[in-house]
Structure formats: C-alpha cells, structure tokens
C-alpha cells in the first residue's frame, strides 16, 4: 500500500500553497521586537516611544485612557504601519500579542492621583496585575514604572534601593505611593512565583516638554507662570528638596534597564539636588526675572528631601544623567512658549 494513503502527512498536494503577500517583503512586517507601552499618550510614555519607534526593528502598541495623556503628544507616528494607538484603560484586561511591556499607565501628578483616589489604587493594583498577566500568558519581559515616592519622607538621604522607606499608609498621597509599593510587591511575587521577567524602575522627579501646561507639578507650574507673568508658587516651607531628571536621560535609563539583565529596583533619576525655593529662583533668572515668588500653603506628607543614590544604575546599566537642570529648563521653555503662544522677546 502507497505511504502516502495511510494518513494525509504525505499526500501530494495537487494544489501549491498561496503565496505571502508582497507585504510580507517589506521592511515595516520584518519587525522582531513587538512592545507594549501602557500609558504611552503621557509625557514620558510619549518620550518613551519616540525612540522605541527610532529602530525599524520595533512595533509599538500603545494602550491609554487619555486620563492625563493625550493623542497629540503621539501625532507624529498615528497611522504609521509599526505604531498602533487603542483607547484602553488598565484595570480592564487586555489581550495583545507581544515581546515586552513597558507599564507605565497611572496618573503621575499629585493633584491627578489624588482626584479619584480609589480609581488611582485600582490602576497601580488591577493594572499591574493585568500587565502581569498578559506577560504571564505571553512570556513577556515586563517594566514598571515605579517611583521615588515608594521611600515617602525619607529618613535616609540620598536613598538608595536597600531604603524600605517612610510611607504614611492612610494618608492622601497613599493611593499612588502604596498603591506603587503594592505594584511592585505584585512583579517581585510574579517573578518568584511564576519566573515571570521583570524590570523595575524607580524614577525620581522627570521633567521636560509636553508636561501638562497645567499638570500641577513644579517645574511645569513654575515655568507656565514664569511665561504667563505670573508669581511663582513656593508651597511652604520652601526648603522641601527635590532632584530632577531630564526625561531623554530618563528613557534611555528605562531602556537600558529592559534590555539589561538585571530585574531592580533601580533608581533613575538626576542626584542634582535642590530646594524649590532655590528652583524658583533658577527659573525666575532664567525665563522672567520680572516675576515676584510668592510662598503658599504646602499640602499633606509632602516629602522633606529626595535626591536618589545611583550607584546601582551606574554599574549595573552604565548609566548617568547627562542633562543639567540649567540646560534642560530652556528645552521645557521652548515648547511651553509655543504651546502657550507667548513669543521670546
Ligand atoms: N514624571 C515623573 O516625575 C515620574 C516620577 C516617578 C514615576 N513616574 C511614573 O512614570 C509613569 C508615567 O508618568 P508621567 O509623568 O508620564 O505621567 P502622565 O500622567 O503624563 O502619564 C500617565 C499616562 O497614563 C495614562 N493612564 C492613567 N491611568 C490609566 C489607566 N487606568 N489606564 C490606561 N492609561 C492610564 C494617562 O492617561 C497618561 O497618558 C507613571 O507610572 C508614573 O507613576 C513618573
Ligand atoms: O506649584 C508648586 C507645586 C509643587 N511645589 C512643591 O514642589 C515639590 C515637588 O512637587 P511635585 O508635585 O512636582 O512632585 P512630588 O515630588 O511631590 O511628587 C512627584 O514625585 C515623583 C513622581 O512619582 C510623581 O511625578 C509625583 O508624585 C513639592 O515639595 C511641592 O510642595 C511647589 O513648591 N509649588
């Protein structure tokens, strides 16, 4: 009896297989490195993607409720054959098929966190273990986002990872910074548990243009009132610190760090330290010095001091911020004025 009529493995075919479509050919369907950035219509995502879509090798799905993000901080690459932009809220699951995740989707500003409290804890809990999910069914390698604000009013300065940190647990900034503590305790139990690839990163204060004109954070706040002639806001009692990172050191930090092999937590941020008072004045000398400042009632739990330690970030992913506060706030005033109309004169 003939081999090939035992069972249909070897039957001639009398007809030949289609062919792959041309497009199959072209350089926009030979992408190897599928990624996933949740939250990426917001400033850093936003940052994060432009240079994920640099390599031709890369696709970049974006997921986003456009709570705080927008779809013109992405308008350059809507319709572009490698991007793909979906409304899309974390809290819900999702199903996509990909290689990495960047998860970033969560408010970021204290006045946006604290404004639905109870939709912020969702977004770190729900949405992270989401995001773990998908890694989980795909084998994905995924990233969080996390932040400086997991230390709280730090007792040791600067802080360094081995820092557990200060955190009021029933406070107004609680949603975001145990809501993150939370986040992170889910992708080290994942790892563990499930030897899920994880990347965890916590960012220290990250500025630079499409901020929110009115996104509430500091040096958007200061430099939209510097433009507007307006006083300076210093909340009380001025000598609070803070350290900030430029947001293109920051998404090569968060790069390096996904295609490192080290899993964190690792703190990125610029360890230039200093008070708002001090910033105040920096952006007043810089952008109008006809402002007045003016002190204002600070809020709850604000943190007294932040400046990270990055040791670890520079020997584990040979990285440093390169950007200096000086240098980085005249690239923020630049898009601001257009944004805002206001012309240098
Ligand atoms: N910028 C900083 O200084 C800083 C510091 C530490 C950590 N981070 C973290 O980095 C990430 C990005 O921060 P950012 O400064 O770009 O803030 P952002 O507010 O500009 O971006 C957050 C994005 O997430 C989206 N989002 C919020 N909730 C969502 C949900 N439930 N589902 C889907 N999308 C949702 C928003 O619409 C927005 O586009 C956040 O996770 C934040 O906690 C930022
Ligand atoms: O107009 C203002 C706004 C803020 N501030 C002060 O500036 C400091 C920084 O405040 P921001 O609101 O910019 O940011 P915070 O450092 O409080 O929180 C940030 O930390 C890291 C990230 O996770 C988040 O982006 C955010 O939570 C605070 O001491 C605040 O009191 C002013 O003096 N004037």
């Given at each position: ?18 062919l792959?479509?041309?497009l199959r ?13 949740t ?10 993607v ?16 456009y ?13 572009h ?31 946006f ?5 109870v939709?912020?804890?969702k ?5 992270t ?20 604000e997991?230390?709280?009013?730090p ?10 940190g ?46 929110n004109?009115?996104d509430g ?11 507007r ?14 350290s900030?990172?430029?947001v ?13 092999e080290h899993?964190g937590?690792i ?36 943190p007294?001091?932040r ?15 390169k ?14 004025r257009?944004r ?6």
């Amino acid at each position: 009896m003939a081999a090939n009529s035992s069972n249909g493995d070897h039957q001639t075919p009398t007809k030949s297989p289609p062919l792959p479509s041309p497009l199959r050919f072209s350089k926009f369907f030979q992408s190897n490195m599928r990624i996933l950035v949740t939250g990426g219509a917001g400033f850093i995502g936003s940052h994060l993607v432009d240079r994920l879509m640099e390599n031709e090798k890369n696709e970049v799905i974006v997921v986003d409720n456009y709570f705080t993000g927008s779809k013109d901080n992405l308008k350059k690459w809507i319709g572009h054959p490698r991007f793909e932009l979906k409304r899309h809220d974390v809290t819900e699951p999702l199903l996509v098929e990909v290689d990495q995740i960047y998860h970033l989707a969560c408010p970021a500003s204290p006045i946006f966190y604290k404004y639905n409290p109870v939709k912020t804890i969702k977004t770190n809990v729900i949405g992270t273990l989401n995001m773990l999910g998908l890694a989980k069914r795909l084998g994905a390698r995924i990233l969080l986002t996390s932040t400086s604000e997991v230390y709280g009013d730090p007792l040791v300065h600067p802080q360094p990872e081995t820092y557990w940190g200060n955190v009021n647990p029933i406070g107004v900034r609680s949603c975001y910074d145990e809501g993150k503590r939370v986040a992170e305790t889910l992708m080290f139990d994942y790892h563990r548990q499930h030897g899920i690839e994880i990347r965890v990163a916590r960012i220290f204060n990250t500025y630079g243009p499409r901020m929110n004109i009115d996104d509430g954070r500091v040096v958007s706040n200061f430099i939209a009132q510097a433009l507007r002639g307006e006083p300076l806001t210093v909340q009380s009692p001025g000598t609070q610190t803070r350290s900030f990172c430029y947001v293109s050191d920051l998404v090569d930090g968060l790069i390096r760090l996904m295609e490192g092999e080290h899993t964190g937590p690792i703190n990125l941020g610029n360890p230039g330290e200093f008070t708002m008072t001090e910033l105040a004045e920096t952006v007043k000398e810089l952008i109008n010095p006809k402002v007045e400042v003016k002190m204002v009632e600070n809020t709850p739990d604000d943190p007294r001091q932040r400046k990270p330690d990055i040791t670890k970030a520079k020997e584990l992913l040979g990285w440093e911020p390169k950007v200096k506060l000086r240098d980085g706030l005249p690239l923020m005033e630049e898009d601001f004025r257009l944004r805002l109309g206001v012309d240098k004169n």
